[in-house]
């Protein structure tokens, strides 16, 4: 379960970004983020991830309150929730296994648990047959899915992606939220921030709509 409640947020010398946001989202759901440039959503997300702090307001992520969060625990709090950005910010130096791989070697995982799991994380984007390549010769599509498989790799609780189809043609983008909506299906927690509304018409999913920092929810989720 996520849980907002009237967390409002402001950068230093700025006016308020998000404004007495209330929301519910609960355990194994899925949504959709929208409203135009500049509304908060990369804000909103932010603050889901403890990239960035609620100004005023609580924000409880799985049971965890993120105000009190221990530094020394946010390492182990950001494995429960996988995030994919739109420019998927691979390295580009690395092949697909190498730059899934590095975030488990990050956190410790002993060795010879990784490689299994990096292979059933590339599996699941459809990439279990191209470890050895590297980013520049994947297309567009492709290299979201190694953001995907690099996000999913520790079997996150809650799954956020900020934009994932900015880059790609209408047909990229059907296929990359198709795996959004799989990964819901079973049972992760899946919040996508999207301006794109043919994606908003074609899914049918609940949209929270920020506008100005005001947060537009359907009653279920407020
Ligand atoms: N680190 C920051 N410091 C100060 N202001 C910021 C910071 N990050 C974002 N903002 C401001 O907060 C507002 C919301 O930005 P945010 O990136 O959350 O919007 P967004 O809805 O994600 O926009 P887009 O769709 O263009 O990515 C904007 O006015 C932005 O300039």
């Known amino acids: 379960m996520i849980e907002f409640i009237?967390?409002?947020?402001?950068?230093?010398?700025?006016?308020?970004?998000?404004?007495?946001?209330?929301?519910r989202l609960p355990k194994g759901g899925m949504a959709l983020l929208t409203g135009p440039s500049g509304?908060?959503?990369?804000?909103?997300?932010?603050?889901?991830?403890r990239l960035e702090d609620v100004s005023h307001g609580t924000l409880m992520v799985g049971g965890v309150d993120l105000a009190t969060l221990k530094r020394r625990h946010i390492p182990a709090y950001r494995r429960r929730v996988?995030?994919?950005f739109q420019d998927h910010k691979?390295?580009?130096?690395?092949?697909?296994?190498?730059n899934v791989a590095l975030t488990l070697q990050v956190a410790g995982v002993p060795p010879r648990q990784i490689e299994s799991r990096v292979r059933a994380a590339l599996e699941k984007v459809g990439l279990g047959d191209r470890l050895r390549e590297l980013p520049a010769t994947?297309?567009?599509g492709e290299q979201q899915r190694v953001g995907i498989a690099r996000a999913i790799v520790h079997t996150p609780e809650i799954l956020l992606a900020d934009e994932p189809t900015g880059n790609l043609d209408p047909a990229l983008s059907d296929e990359i939220l198709d795996l959004f909506r799989d990964f819901h299906r079973h049972?992760?927690?899946?919040?996508?921030?999207?301006?794109?509304a043919r994606q908003i018409a074609r899914l049918g999913l609940p949209a929270l709509h920020l506008e100005q920092g005001r947060l537009h929810a359907p009653k279920e989720f407020s």
């Open 82 to 84: 996988g995030v994919v």
């Open 39 to 49: 509304a908060g959503k990369s804000t909103l997300l932010k603050l889901l991830t």
């Open 138 to 140: 994947l297309s567009g």
């Open 90 to 98: 691979l390295l580009m130096d690395r092949d697909v296994y190498s």
């Open 187 to 196: 049972g992760t927690t899946v919040l996508v921030a999207t301006h794109d």
């Open 6 to 23: 009237n967390v409002t947020k402001h950068y230093p010398g700025r006016r308020h970004v998000l404004r007495e946001i209330n929301l």
